[in-house]
Nanobody, 124 residues
Framework: QEQLVESGGGLVQAGGSLRLSCSAPYRTFMWYTTAWFRQAPGKEREFVAALSRIGTSTYNEDIVKGRFTIATDNRKATMFLQMNSPQPEDTAVYYC?????????????????WGRGTQVTVSS
């Protein structure tokens, strides 16, 4: 059972920046497709961005609009979601998830391992 732990959430002003982190057991980011999802109150969980084990990134451009970047550190020990110019509509709980390589990365059902989430609140 992979254990994913998110951190870095909090309150940020619209137009600021925030970096979310996801820590996981050794080699998780080398073996799995990993992703960020988010869920706002009363809404379905939605795909934000994914990173394949070879470093290919995929984004939900309807959400990201060029503002967010998914990446790992050089040792592939931690995954990040850099959020630049967040807006109030980005307020949600953000989840880190891991799926088997080759899975449909935009589909939450593909992911078998999930963190507990970190709250991001963007004030206007």
């Amino acid at each position: 059972q992979e254990q994913l732990v998110e951190s870095g959430g909090g309150l940020v002003q619209a137009g600021g920046s925030l970096r979310l982190s996801c820590s996981a057991p050794y080699r998780t980011f080398m073996w799995y497709t990993t992703a960020w999802f988010r869920q706002a109150p009363g809404k379905e969980r939605e795909f934000v961005a994914a990173l394949s084990r070879i470093g290919t990134s995929t984004y939900n451009e309807d959400i990201v609009k060029g503002r967010f970047t998914i990446a790992t550190d050089n040792r592939k020990a931690t995954m990040f979601l850099q959020m630049n110019s967040p807006q109030p509509e980005d307020t949600a709980v953000y989840y880190c998830a891991a799926a088997q390589p080759g899975s449909q990365s935009r589909v939450s059902a593909s992911y078998e391992h999930w963190g507990r989430g970190t709250q991001v609140t963007v004030s206007s």
